[in-house]
């Protein structure tokens, strides 16, 4: 692994922990909007954990990396659509 | 692994950082979601347009052009849905933000734009459905 690779997965292993930091923070807000905050903070950790696996793929030559990055997009994009539904219109 | 591969994905590593920066930093959920969506698609881009020039080979390059239409075309989707949600919760804007073009042309009950309304009943699925519910 060269230095570029690490440099590389440095940014977005720091890039998950502030995803992170923003998922857990400020929980004094009404809840519905803190919720979609939490939603965009988990939205994002899920196209950088797309971004990680195909970092990995590409270092240690493992292909079948892409395949699961295929379904974690399809996975993340109905999570993100589900919860921004149902926060919208409520119990209906 | 050649340079171009590895420089291709340090800037698509170094967009998805800004993208978590912007999530992190931003003061307001509209921001935020600008964020997310521009700088961490864009990230996604080039990581795996490094990542397919490193395998190059025709299955890998497929399933690499896959992830990024797929990616392009849902996450403006899905910060759609977020931003519509968050602005009928009435999430709070930021302090110096100047103008709301969206402001009372919403029925706020039906979630519906006030000025179609009033010219002609719409008679789509979607409609009648709700009708129904009420």
Redesign the interface.
């Given at each position: 692994m060269?230095i570029?690779?690490m440099?590389?997965?440095g940014?977005?292993i720091?890039?998950?922990v502030?995803?992170f930091?923003?998922m857990i923070r400020d929980p004094r807000r009404?809840h519905?909007?803190l919720a979609?905050?939490r939603?965009?903070?988990v939205?994002?950790m899920s196209?950088?954990s797309?971004?990680l696996m195909?970092?990995y793929?590409?270092?240690t030559g493992q292909?079948v990396f892409?395949?699961v990055?295929?379904t974690l997009?399809?996975i993340a994009?109905l999570g993100?659509?589900a919860f921004?539904?149902y926060?919208?219109?409520g119990k209906? | 692994m050649n340079l171009l591969s590895e420089i291709l994905m340090f800037i698509g590593a170094f967009f998805m950082f800004v993208a978590a920066l912007g999530v992190f930093r931003m003061p307001d959920i509209y921001m935020r979601l600008h964020a997310n969506t521009k700088s961490a698609t864009f990230g996604v881009l080039f990581l795996v347009s490094g990542a397919a020039w490193h395998f190059w080979e025709i299955a890998i390059v497929m399933r690499a052009i896959i992830i990024v239409i797929f990616i392009f075309a849902t996450a403006p989707v899905a910060a759609h849905m977020l931003g519509r949600a968050a602005y009928f919760a009435k999430a709070p804007v930021w302090k110096g933000t100047l103008s709301d073009d969206m402001k009372d042309k919403y029925d706020p009950k039906t979630h519906e734009l006030a000025g179609i309304q009033k010219n002609h009943k719409p008679t789509t699925a979607k409609s009648k459905r709700d009708k129904q519910d009420d």
């Open positions: 060269t570029l690779n440099l590389s997965f940014l977005l720091a890039a998950f502030l995803a930091a923003r009404e519905r909007i979609l905050d939603v965009v903070a939205d994002l196209t950088l797309i971004g195909i970092l793929a590409a270092v292909t892409f395949d990055a295929i997009a399809f994009f993100t659509t921004a539904r926060l919208e219109k209906k | -």
